[in-house]
């Protein structure tokens, strides 16, 4: 079963742009981690953080975990066209090793 | 490093066929997983060993499913038979528990189609 919901479902903005994906869970976990998975692709892993951790950066990429609130954000900066994937949350529970997805949001990046 | 690797890429089999999906884990990755991805039910979670031992396999849908992981290097996903409602994307993916990293590695995917 899916872990939570990722709002938005689909976003579409302008090359140049900033992009913020929201993703809330229900359990508690152990890390929380964001894949991109291009039209019909495999996943591809982006970023991870810890449940000790608050903020992580990767390149144009900056992830944010509340985990009070049981809540993660993606933000990709300056984003560009080759960006346009669907972006995907999946947490890892505590004493578990699979992931549990979230239901993904569909990014267009209009050139 | 080759990646996880999945065959056959594609697959389209006509209803109380027998299905067979492959996988080859990363070397020297000890955490193998199977998933499946539709439209309806998003990506969910079927079964993951760890040292070729199954862990958790309560996403199996039912016991048309099996799963088995023979040695570190190979693992199949068998539906006998197949239905209509079991067209999906499989993914294997794969992890190590050295270091100090949870990262699954996916790979391609293996699209059934069961008409």
């Known amino acids: 079963s899916q872990q939570g919901e990722e709002d938005p479902q689909a976003l579409s903005i302008q090359e140049g742009e900033n992009a913020t994906m929201n993703c809330s869970y229900k359990?508690?976990?152990?890390?929380l981690q964001w894949y991109r998975q291009n039209s019909g692709r495999g996943l591809v892993h982006l970023i991870l953080?810890?449940?000790?951790?608050r903020e992580k950066h990767s390149g144009r990429l900056r992830v944010t975990l509340d985990t009070s609130k049981k809540s993660s954000s993606l933000l990709i900066t300056a984003s560009r066209a080759a960006d346009t994937a669907s972006y995907f949350c999946?947490?890892?529970?505590?004493?578990?090793?699979?992931?549990?997805f979230g239901s993904g949001t569909r990014l267009q990046v209009q050139p | 490093d080759a990646g996880v690797i999945q065959s056959p890429r594609h697959e389209v089999t006509e209803m109380g066929q027998e299905v067979t999906l492959r996988c080859k884990p990363i070397?020297?990755?000890?955490?193998l997983f199977w998933y499946r991805q539709t439209m309806m039910r998003g990506l969910e979670l079927l079964i993951y060993?760890?040292?070729?031992?199954?862990?958790?396999d309560s996403g199996m849908p039912e016991d048309r499913f099996s799963a088995k992981m023979p040695n570190a290097s190979f693992s199949t996903l068998k539906i006998q038979p197949s239905e209509p409602r079991d067209s999906a994307v499989y993914f294997c993916?794969?992890?190590?528990?050295?270091?100090?990293?949870?990262?699954?590695?996916f790979g391609p995917g293996t699209r059934l189609t069961v008409l």
């Open positions: 999946a947490t890892m529970d505590t004493g578990r090793r699979a992931l549990t």
């Open positions: 993916a794969s992890s190590t528990s050295g270091g100090a990293t949870d990262t699954q590695y």
């Open positions: 070397s020297g990755h000890d955490y």
């Open positions: 359990t508690s976990i152990n890390n």
């Open positions: 953080i810890r449940s000790n951790e």
């Open positions: 060993f760890n040292n070729n031992v199954p862990i958790d």
